[in-house]
């Protein structure tokens, strides 16, 4: 798929996870620590997409950074109603779910590379 496609899905999905962010939770009690696990995923997700958009190191770099900026930026959003709270755990998720995908990430390039050689 061309890097613009998934320019616009990751866009799509910063809208929606920001929707999700600052709307009503229903999912507190479900299972333990379930905040955190979507926000892993979440993070996950915003980052192969934004991955997938980009070509350089550099640019990898940049956008780590930059979701780590969104995540503090939600935090600081939630902070502001009355219906959600903010958490310096969740931002601990937030990088996590960006780590884990850049791990995995390399993993696989590492995998690739030492396949072909």
């Known amino acids: 798929m061309p890097k613009k496609y998934y320019k616009v899905l990751f866009y799509i999905t910063v809208i929606a996870v920001f929707i999700l962010a600052i709307t009503p939770s229903s999912h507190r009690d479900v299972v333990p620590n379930m905040d955190k696990i979507l926000h892993m995923l979440a993070f996950f997700?915003?980052?192969?997409?934004?991955n997938r958009a980009s070509s350089t190191?550099?640019?990898?770099?940049?956008?780590m950074?930059?979701?780590v900026a969104f995540g503090i930026?939600?935090?600081?959003?939630?902070?502001l109603t009355p219906t959600r709270e903010a958490s310096f755990y969740d931002i601990v998720a937030d990088v996590v779910g960006i780590l884990l995908f850049q791990l995995?990430?390399?993993l696989l390039r590492f995998y690739r590379y030492t396949k072909s050689s």
């Open 57 to 63: 190191m550099e640019h990898r770099l940049r956008n």
């Open 73 to 79: 930026f939600i935090e600081f959003v939630q902070s």
């Open 104 to 106: 995995l990430y390399s």
């Open 65 to 67: 950074g930059l979701l």
């Open 45 to 50: 997700v915003l980052s192969l997409e934004l």
